[in-house]
Structures are given as C-alpha cells and as structure tokens.
C-alpha cells in the first residue's frame, strides 16, 4: 500500500469511526434521559412508602426552570411526589415572567398525571427572622397568602387546610445554630405550624431534628431546588438528593396530606436516615434477604452469610461480637443495592439443629434521634451441624 493509500485509508478509517461514535452517542442519549433511577424502600405494614420532595422553586419565583421539569426531574430522580414552592415575596423574573401564583401547580400538573407523579400545589412565606421562611404545601388559593401582614398570610394559608412547615430554621443564624422565636411558639399555639425542614439540601440540622421530637412536629427533608437538579445531584449512588419518606394509607394527594398531618414521616438524606424507631425498624428489616441455601455452621467451623440489602444506602452495623454460640464480626457494612457477606463462628458445643437467632446491633446511619442510632437485630435461620 502506497503511503498516499495508507494517509486516504486511515482518513476514511477515523471518519468511518467519529461517524459511528457520534451515531452511538445519539442514538444512547435518548433512552438514558428516559430513566428513572429506583429508590427502593420497602412499604411498612398496612402503607405504601412515597418519596417525595416538598420544596422546590421555578422561573416562577427565583428557580431556573420551567415548573413541567421539576416533574420531569422527580420522575427521574425516583419520585413520587414533588412540591411546587415558589417564594411569595420574591419574584425576580417578574419582568419576563407575569406574576402568577396559581400557574406553577398547573403547568406542572399536566406533565404530573402521565407519570404518575403527585404535584403538591404550595408556595413559600419569605419573610426575615423572626419567623423566617415557612412552606405552606396542598392550597387551594396560592394568590390569598399575597399579604403585607405576615399573620395574615400564614392564617389564610392554615383556613385552607394547608399543611405548613419551617423551612431551614438554621440558615442566616450563627453558625447555622438554628433558634426558636416567640413568632415559632405562637403560630404552634394557633394550629399554623405542623412541621420542620430536618434537612434542607445538603444541610442536616440536629437542632430541627429534637424540636420535631420534643414538639410532635412532622419531620420533612426537602432539596430547596433552584437550578435544574442534575446541578445539584448526578444521581449517582451516593449523590441523590434528599427525599421525605412518606408512609400514607394510599398513593394519592389526600392520602399524603393525611400521613404528613399524623407525622408519618422519615427523612433520606446523604446516606442518612431520620426519623422514629417505628418507621426505621421496618424499613431496615424490609429491605433485607437472606439469600442462598441453609446456613450450615460446623462445629468450631464457619459459614458465610449472604444478605441482600435492596435499599439505596448502606447500613453501617454494630453488632454485639459475642453471643453464647455465635461469634459475629462487630462491624459490618450492607452495601445499597447489593449483597454482602457476613461471617459467624461457631463456640459452642451444645447447640445442635435449626435455630433462629437474632444478633443484636445498632445501625449508625440510622438516628432515631440525634446522635443516637437505631437498636434492633439481624435475624438468620442456622442449622448448626454436629456431624463428626
Ligand atoms: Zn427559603
Ligand atoms: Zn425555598
């Protein structure tokens, strides 16, 4: 071959690739934005576990989308109900956008109902310290919370049977040390606060987290969405943003304004979850499996527990190493979405034939109150063989 051959070949070699490169780029880009990554939390007994995102903002206010690709977003990123919350007080894309509060719930409902999302209709009371910002979500008239009288804005949102919430209590404070105000106590008192931004974005507040428990208030962990998510989050096992966990008697608007109002609630955020030992227990022990066979232990042997964690967050274990027959590793990692291997020995002489047993432990990532982990037990099926 001809250098001047090789030079036409090797130049019709790399179009002939850039091409296909380019056409596989095209033709791939497509179904990967049609995706929904899965965040699979198990239901609790009797209710359907919904994830949700009740704070999110649009070119309606000061966001940077159109209110359809919040939905679209939510769809995506795993979501079965997202809160449309644009600022009463501030709109700045007024000049291209007319004032409109009740527009956002409706554009996005058009683009909700083929997915099979819920779009909670709400709006923000942006307002300085005391009180801060408060989320009111499920309205039936946004324009009615349009008052100078901050009072009154919030009391119009309350008559409606709106759910209100305090959003970021700590942001603007020193050191994000978040403070209870007179106005706090005084709109609890009036039946206009229901519940507290435990975490918002990236920012968990511990402080939020005990007042929701000294205070029978609903915890709810929201993005506060601006920018388009993919911004924020890539979705990565890892980078997801946060979600409200919401256990409701069934998967409809009603039935979530009913669980936020019950306090039904837990909050997944950055490999965390929040809230009470009686939504964390279940959700922990239903997203385990034991896979494989029997688990055969011979005596002084081994065996290899496979178990099966479908949630998308690992659970960080402590378990109590020493049992009268069992040893266990004291620290154990469920990895999200995959299956791990647990090793117990086998000390005893005694046991013989199938016993359940339940291995005490804490999950560290799991806090039913600040700095205090869930306790509960890892259960496994062992056969303890004494053949010689
Ligand atoms: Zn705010
Ligand atoms: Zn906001």
Redesign the pocket.
Known sequence: MSILNSCIHRHWFFRATLIAAVLTLACNAPAQSRTRTELTFPDLPGLVTLRADF?SHTIFSDGRVWPAVRVEEAWRTGLDVIALTD?IEYVPHKADVPVNYQRPWEIAQASAEPLGIIAVRGA?I?RGEPP??L?ALFLTNVTALDQKDNRVATRNAAEQGGFLFW??PG?KQPDRKSVWYAEQGEFLSNGWLHGIEVVNGDSYDPIAHQWCLDKKLTMVGNS?IHDPIAFEYSGAPGDLRPVTLVFAKARTPEAVREALFERRTAVFSRGQLYGEARFLEPLFQGSLEIVGPEIRIPRNGRALVQIRNRAPLDFDLRLNPKLPELDVDSKVVLAAGKVSLVQVRCVSDRVTGQQEVVLPCKVLNLQVAPNQALTTGLRIKVNYDRGH
């Open positions: 704070h600022h923000e942006t801060g910002h989320v959003a970021h942001w506060d």
